[in-house]
């Protein structure tokens, strides 16, 4: 249930979802700590209910309208066993678990008895409100599926005292949800009035906006390309407010692939909140930079390594959701503030306040990712619209986030880490895997491996599964590598809709065997997560073609397709082609003088700042040294790889710190290729050195015969196109504004071939200079003109 429901005085509402906010105390654990996979549990239900007498019914619906002062809400969910002989009613819930049941916290087993007498308060109501007297128990059946023991809990109770617990627990979500409501009601008012923040759109801007909220009020999907200076970020999120305003939305999802966009959406909000537009905003942070046992901002740890923050997390959190409701704005400082002010986590309050926010924005994987997919995505999606920047990212992003690997080698680490029941089960599995020969064998290994992760659980109580949000992650947890590669392997493998897109591969490297779950196409498994959820906007400054990604996001083929003008004038920028130079491998030692040459023109035809991109540090580092020995009076600045933060910001401020020229090396494709605002003149031309398509290799081949089986152009899908995309990227760094002018140089043969022309923007209308001296006097000639003008 999110906060947000279609009428003002009805509330649909699970018994699940009821319990799940007003009935938790204690300290806060791992979601679903102690808990199996799905199927295992419905199985495990199965042969309980299975087992009881004729007298008992199993999977009993109920669903009651209870009025609360001026609210009628829908309660509503189905009991596991129900024996009503008369004289005595007992209700049942099965749980089943990974730990024996003392392990389990107890807030859970709080949390499983609420959810118990909820029930016999509904079958009371529906059933034997009007009946005499009769005894009532409500009895916890708990099922360890490690050993198959149950331990079964009973509580006598009143049906009064069943009614009047459910009444209180009503009470506590609908004070919520009422405050939750009157926001929301403001919002639309406030939202109804809304006017652009500019006095007149850029060229293409208002056309999008207008395509952008007729999807929202229709459903479906759209894909715009929007070169960097449309306003890309207003021009969706204008029209959501807009949407929000007309009810044709509640929630609104805004997923990026880096931290810089979503300060741009917070940016973007400052100017629409000038308006008196009181939106809510949620910036969903990752923990590492949010909660003070990470930071080391505040010593929050217990003796034991256990944050105070997570101890009374349950007891602390009313009072600290409040105050977020009062707060417009919920981002890594807020949230940290309100945290410390409660004692609660910072990082576990946001994913909290997730269903109740109407904007949300987060990274891709809290809606993509099926290790961290947060649950409160998986219900309320008919009415939520997306909007996903910097849309090319995601195809490569989701590719890592389908893909697992697990080699003998990790086995052989985690027996030697872990306790005496780990080690056994590793050393199984270990001797299995000598054995295998091919992903036809994997089945037995998997249910090895489930085991293993059960072991795991019980030794270290805690579920390595769920380590992806709230538990502490080493740089290598093979626990939560071994869970990942039995969810990709079930949800993926298994299932046959998907699995066309996955391939299992079976390695074997002498003393390592590795076996490697590859996603050759997200595609199948991105569309899965899109199903339920009203309208999808995918966006970027580079979608060429637009089918290309279309396919690879996932989207329906009846996705719109837009593609917005270049905001900026044409003749700001000199795109060269460098025809005389041939930088493919086999090529690159004989061409290395000239192009060192080549560079030397480019940062004397005018003093200022340049970039020249790589495919290679091994290449970068061969020009960048001879580069360096002839030309020792020109300043320089080199990407390393693995480079630390402190070394980035030592690049970056090379172009941004002061106004000495120089020349910076960095990799294709790389951190300073895409997503650094070169505004102003930190930047005044860009060389790309090589197309930037992927090299060819074992996974590369089997991407390219499965392209080849859906009847596409393996070499488009698997290197061309991607590879251009990274081309765009990095050029894109160079005009910033309209201001800015700049050049761009192209050195590889192959982007004189007739393909890669046609993915060229109009914009660039590159010229072919095929000696230095062309090269030097079309680059004399831009800069004497654009210093005239």
């Given at each position: 249930?999110?906060a947000?429901?279609?009428e003002?005085?009805?509330?649909s509402?699970s018994?699940?979802?009821?319990?799940?906010?007003?009935?938790?105390?204690?300290?806060?654990?791992?979601?679903?700590?102690?808990?199996?996979?799905?199927?295992?549990?419905?199985?495990?239900?199965?042969?309980?209910?299975?087992a009881?007498?004729?007298?008992?019914?199993?999977?009993?619906?109920?669903?009651y309208?209870?009025?609360?002062d001026?609210?009628?809400?829908?309660?509503?969910?189905?009991l596991d066993?129900?024996s009503?002989?008369?004289?005595?009613?007992?209700?049942?819930?099965?749980?089943?678990?990974?730990?024996?049941?003392?392990?389990l916290?107890?807030?859970?087993?709080?949390?499983?008895?609420?959810?118990?007498q909820?029930?016999?308060?509904?079958?009371?109501?529906?059933?034997?409100s009007?009946?005499?007297?009769?005894?009532?128990?409500?009895?916890?059946?708990?099922?360890n599926?490690?050993?198959?023991?149950?331990?079964?809990?009973?509580?006598?109770?009143?049906?009064?005292?069943?009614?009047?617990?459910?009444?209180?627990?009503?009470?506590?979500?609908?004070?919520?949800?009422?405050?939750?409501?009157?926001?929301?009601?403001?919002?639309?008012?406030?939202?109804?009035k809304?006017?652009?923040?500019?006095?007149?759109?850029?060229?293409?801007?208002?056309?999008?906006?207008?395509?952008?909220?007729?999807?929202?009020?229709?459903?479906?999907?759209?894909?715009?390309?929007?070169?960097?200076?449309?306003?890309?970020?207003?021009?969706?999120?204008?029209?959501?407010c807009?949407?929000?305003?007309?009810?044709?939305?509640?929630?609104?999802?805004?997923?990026?692939?880096?931290?810089?966009?979503?300060?741009?959406?917070?940016?973007?909000?400052?100017?629409?909140?000038?308006?008196?537009?009181?939106?809510?905003?949620?910036?969903?942070?990752?923990?590492?930079?949010?909660?003070?046992?990470?930071?080391?901002?505040?010593?929050?740890?217990?003796?034991?390594?256990?944050?105070?923050?997570?101890?009374?997390?349950?007891?602390?959190?009313?009072?600290?959701?409040?105050?977020?409701?009062?707060?417009?704005t919920l981002?890594?400082?807020?949230?940290?503030?309100?945290?410390?002010?409660?004692?609660?986590?910072?990082?576990?309050l946001?994913?909290?306040?997730?269903?109740?926010?109407?904007?949300?924005v987060?990274?891709?994987?809290?809606?993509f990712?099926?290790?961290?997919?947060?649950?409160?995505?998986?219900?309320?999606?008919?009415?939520?619209?997306?909007?996903?920047?910097?849309?090319?990212?995601?195809?490569?992003?989701?590719?890592?986030?389908?893909?697992?690997?697990?080699?003998s080698?990790?086995?052989?680490?985690?027996?030697?880490e872990?306790g005496?029941?780990?080690?056994?089960?590793?050393?199984?599995?270990?001797?299995?895997?000598?054995?295998?020969?091919n992903?036809?064998?994997?089945?037995?290994?998997?249910?090895?491996?489930?085991?293993?992760?059960?072991?795991?659980?019980?030794?270290?109580?805690?579920?390595?599964?769920?380590?992806?949000?709230?538990?502490?992650?080493?740089?290598?947890?093979?626990?939560?590598?071994?869970?990942?590669?039995?969810?990709?392997y079930?949800?993926?493998?298994?299932?046959?809709?998907?699995?066309?897109?996955?391939?299992?591969v079976?390695?074997?490297?002498?003393?390592?065997?590795?076996?490697?779950?590859?996603?050759?196409?997200?595609?199948?498994?991105?569309a899965?997560?899109?199903?339920?959820?009203?309208?999808?906007?995918?966006f970027?400054?580079?979608?060429?073609?637009?089918?290309?990604?279309?396919?690879?996001a996932?989207?329906?083929?009846?996705?719109?397709?837009?593609q917005?003008?270049?905001?900026?004038?044409?003749?700001?920028?000199?795109?060269?082609?460098?025809?005389?130079?041939?930088?493919?491998?086999?090529a690159?030692?004989r061409?290395r003088?000239?192009?060192?040459?080549?560079?030397?023109?480019?940062?004397?035809?005018?003093?200022?700042?340049?970039?020249?991109?790589?495919?290679s540090?091994?290449?970068?580092?061969?020009?960048?040294?001879?580069?360096?020995?002839?030309?020792?009076?020109?300043?320089?600045?080199?990407?390393?790889?693995?480079?630390?933060?402190?070394?980035?910001?030592e690049?970056?401020?090379?172009?941004?710190?002061?106004?000495?020229?120089?020349?910076?090396?960095?990799?294709?494709?790389?951190?300073?290729?895409?997503?650094?605002?070169?505004?102003?003149?930190?930047l005044?031309?860009?060389?790309?050195?090589?197309?930037?398509m992927?090299?060819?290799?074992?996974?590369?081949?089997?991407?390219?015969?499965y392209?080849t089986?859906?009847?596409?152009?393996?070499?488009?899908?698997?290197?061309?196109?991607?590879?251009?995309?990274?081309?765009?990227?990095?050029a894109?760094?160079?005009?910033?504004?309209?201001?800015?002018?700049?050049?761009?140089?192209?050195?590889?043969?192959?982007?004189?071939?007739?393909?890669?022309?046609?993915?060229?923007?109009?914009?660039?209308?590159?010229?072919?200079?095929?000696?230095?001296?062309?090269?030097?006097?079309?680059?004399?000639?831009?800069?004497?003109?654009?210093?005239?003008?």
């Amino acid at each position: 249930m999110t906060a947000n429901s279609p009428e003002p005085r009805l509330i649909s509402l699970s018994v699940t979802d009821l319990v799940e906010f007003s009935a938790r105390s204690g300290d806060l654990h791992p979601e679903n700590t102690g808990g199996p996979s799905a199927l295992e549990g419905v199985l495990a239900h199965q042969r309980i209910q299975r087992a009881r007498g004729s007298e008992w019914q199993r999977e009993l619906s109920l669903k009651y309208r209870w009025q609360l002062d001026d609210w009628e809400i829908h309660l509503q969910g189905r009991l596991d066993l129900l024996s009503d002989t008369g004289a005595s009613v007992a209700i049942e819930e099965i749980k089943t678990t990974l730990f024996p049941p003392p392990q389990l916290p107890p807030g859970k087993i709080a949390l499983f008895w609420a959810q118990a007498q909820v029930y016999a308060a509904l079958y009371h109501l529906l059933h034997r409100s009007e009946s005499p007297e009769y005894d009532l128990r409500v009895g916890l059946t708990l099922v360890n599926l490690r050993d198959e023991q149950q331990e079964i809990l009973w509580q006598t109770l009143t049906p009064q005292e069943a009614v009047a617990e459910t009444e209180r627990l009503l009470r506590v979500y609908l004070d919520w949800y009422r405050q939750v409501q009157e926001r929301l009601t403001l919002i639309r008012i406030q939202a109804k009035k809304l006017a652009f923040p500019f006095p007149q759109y850029r060229p293409g801007q208002y056309e999008l906006a207008a395509d952008i909220y007729r999807v929202m009020r229709q459903g479906g999907a759209l894909l715009a390309e929007a070169p960097t200076g449309t306003g890309k970020t207003l021009t969706s999120l204008f029209p959501a407010c807009k949407a929000l305003g007309e009810g044709l939305t509640n929630q609104v999802l805004y997923l990026t692939g880096k931290t810089t966009h979503q300060q741009q959406v917070e940016n973007t909000l400052v100017q629409l909140r000038e308006q008196k537009f009181a939106l809510d905003c949620l910036t969903l942070c990752a923990r590492d930079k949010l909660c003070p046992c990470r930071t080391g901002t505040n010593d929050v740890s217990q003796p034991d390594g256990t944050c105070s923050y997570t101890i009374g997390f349950w007891d602390r959190l009313p009072e600290a959701r409040n105050e977020c409701l009062r707060a417009r704005t919920l981002n890594q400082t807020t949230l940290t503030a309100i945290g410390q002010r409660h004692r609660v986590c910072p990082f576990a309050l946001g994913l909290h306040l997730v269903p109740w926010s109407t904007l949300v924005v987060g990274d891709y994987n809290y809606f993509f990712d099926p290790l961290v997919r947060l649950n409160a995505f998986e219900r309320g999606g008919n009415k939520r619209v997306l909007l996903i920047d910097e849309l090319h990212n995601l195809p490569e992003r989701a590719r890592a986030m389908y893909a697992a690997q697990l080699s003998s080698a990790d086995m052989r680490a985690l027996a030697n880490e872990r306790g005496a029941e780990v080690k056994r089960i590793c050393r199984r599995i270990l001797r299995k895997w000598k054995t295998l020969a091919n992903a036809e064998q994997l089945p037995e290994l998997i249910e090895q491996l489930e085991e293993l992760n059960a072991a795991i659980a019980t030794e270290t109580s805690e579920i390595p599964a769920q380590n992806a949000l709230l538990n502490e992650v080493s740089e290598k947890d093979i626990g939560r590598e071994i869970y990942k590669f039995c969810v990709i392997y079930r949800s993926y493998i298994e299932d046959k809709e998907l699995s066309a897109g996955h391939r299992c591969v079976v390695q074997n490297t002498g003393n390592d065997l590795r076996i490697q779950l590859i996603c050759l196409d997200p595609a199948p498994a991105l569309a899965q997560c899109y199903s339920e959820q009203k309208a999808i906007i995918g966006f970027s400054a580079t979608l060429t073609p637009l089918p290309f990604y279309r396919q690879m996001a996932g989207l329906p083929p009846e996705t719109h397709l837009r593609q917005l003008p270049y905001p900026f004038p044409a003749e700001n920028l000199l795109t060269l082609r460098c025809d005389y130079l041939d930088t493919r491998w086999q090529a690159r030692e004989r061409s290395r003088n000239a192009l060192v040459d080549m560079l030397l023109h480019v940062v004397r035809a005018k003093p200022g700042k340049y970039l020249v991109f790589f495919p290679s540090y091994e290449y970068l580092t061969s020009v960048y040294e001879h580069f360096c020995e002839q030309y020792a009076d020109i300043r320089t600045v080199r990407q390393n790889a693995g480079s630390a933060a402190n070394e980035q910001a030592e690049f970056l401020r090379v172009f941004f710190g002061d106004a000495e020229p120089a020349l910076g090396f960095a990799i294709l494709g790389g951190l300073f290729a895409e997503g650094v605002d070169y505004t102003g003149d930190a930047l005044h031309g860009a060389i790309i050195v090589g197309t930037a398509m992927p090299q060819p290799g074992a996974e590369q081949n089997l991407m390219a015969d499965y392209f080849t089986g859906k009847g596409l152009n393996p070499y488009e899908y698997v290197y061309q196109f991607p590879g251009f995309t990274r081309v765009l990227q990095t050029a894109g760094r160079v005009i910033r504004s309209e201001r800015d002018k700049g050049v761009v140089i192209l050195v590889d043969p192959r982007f004189n071939r007739r393909d890669f022309r046609n993915l060229m923007p109009a914009h660039w209308q590159p010229k072919g200079c095929r000696t230095p001296e062309e090269l030097k006097n079309a680059l004399r000639e831009f800069w004497s003109q654009a210093q005239s003008t």
